[in-house]
């Protein structure tokens, strides 16, 4: 069974920085896709990041573009969004996920994390 656990969400004011790691287990990567979602209160979630296990491709939506990094940890099995720059509208769970390149969805998801900035 495919796991991902995130962590490292908390509080922090704007202007600040967190980064978030997602440790993924159960099976190789190497043909996945993995990317971090987010869901504000009210609000549906979204797409942040993604990042091919493979080549390494990255892709950002344009509001996180230039503040946040998505990168990976081969050995580790890792992904990690480095955020700086924090803004309220930030503030949302924040969840990692996984899918095989080229499919539609995202098929595999952790249980995600608290992000909270503060103003």
């Known amino acids: 069974q495919v796991q991902l656990v995130e962590s490292g969400g908390g509080l922090v004011q704007a202007g600040g920085s967190l980064r978030l790691s997602c440790a993924a287990s159960?099976?190789?990567?190497?043909?996945?896709?993995l990317g971090w979602f987010r869901q504000a209160p009210g609000k549906e979630r979204e797409f942040v990041a993604a990042?091919?296990?493979?080549?390494?491709?990255?892709y950002y939506e344009d509001s996180v573009k230039g503040r946040f990094t998505i990168s990976r940890d081969s050995a580790k099995n890792t992904v990690t969004l480095q955020m700086n720059s924090l803004k309220p509208e930030d503030t949302a769970v924040y969840y990692c996920?996984?899918?095989?390149?080229?499919?539609?969805?995202?098929?595999?998801w952790g249980q995600g994390t608290q992000v909270t900035v503060s103003s």
């Open positions: 159960g099976r190789t990567f190497g043909s996945y896709s």
């Open positions: 996920a996984a899918s095989l390149i080229g499919n539609k969805g995202y098929k595999y």
């Open positions: 990042i091919s296990w493979s080549i390494g491709s990255t």
